[in-house]
């Protein structure tokens, strides 16, 4: 395990332009990572809850970095990603948890589960990611 590696992984996260409108936090280890958002009106739909981009977007990173804390030199690319949402959130905050389930020479596979404030289970997801050609070492910011 390379921990340097998860630092870096945790700061090119924190410094994605995206990232500056959901001001998330971010923990990266050996095949997992746990990202979390506090839920705000403009994450919502008209009915008043987190819109489904939102919980996809958060579902697609925390298994995105958990796939790529086992890859320290290229870039990781999302090539599918099914989302499934089961309850509504509205307030609190949301707490995804991604952990890769298998890996072979050619891509991995990470599952991510969003819980809310009270520990329920709002949506999960699974993802098919690949190694990229762009090396981490290219990445301004991806720093060890």
């Known amino acids: 395990m390379n921990r340097d ?12 332009p995206i990232n500056e409108f959901y001001r998330p936090t971010i923990e990266v280890e050996h095949e997992a990572a746990t990202i979390q958002i506090e839920v705000d009106p ?17 579902l697609d990173d925390a298994a995105f970095f958990a796939a790529s804390s086992l890859v320290e030199d290229v ?17 609190g905050h949301l707490r995804l948890v991604g952990r890769v389930v298998n890996q072979n020479h050619s891509q991995i596979i990470a ?5 809310d ?7 999960r997801g699974s993802g098919v990611f690949v190694r990229s050609k762009v090396e981490l070492a290219s990445i301004s910011d991806y720093r060890q």
């Open 117 to 123: 404030a009270e520990d329920r289970e709002v949506g």
């Open 111 to 115: 599952e991510a589960v969003a819980y």
């Open 5 to 16: 590696h998860f630092r870096a992984l945790e700061q090119m996260y924190l410094q994605a």
């Open 42 to 58: 403009k994450y919502f739909h008209p009915a008043g809850a987190i819109h489904g981009s939102v919980t996809f977007k958060m």
């Open 75 to 91: 870039f990781v690319l999302t090539t599918s990603f099914t989302t499934y949402l089961t309850r509504p959130v509205s307030e």
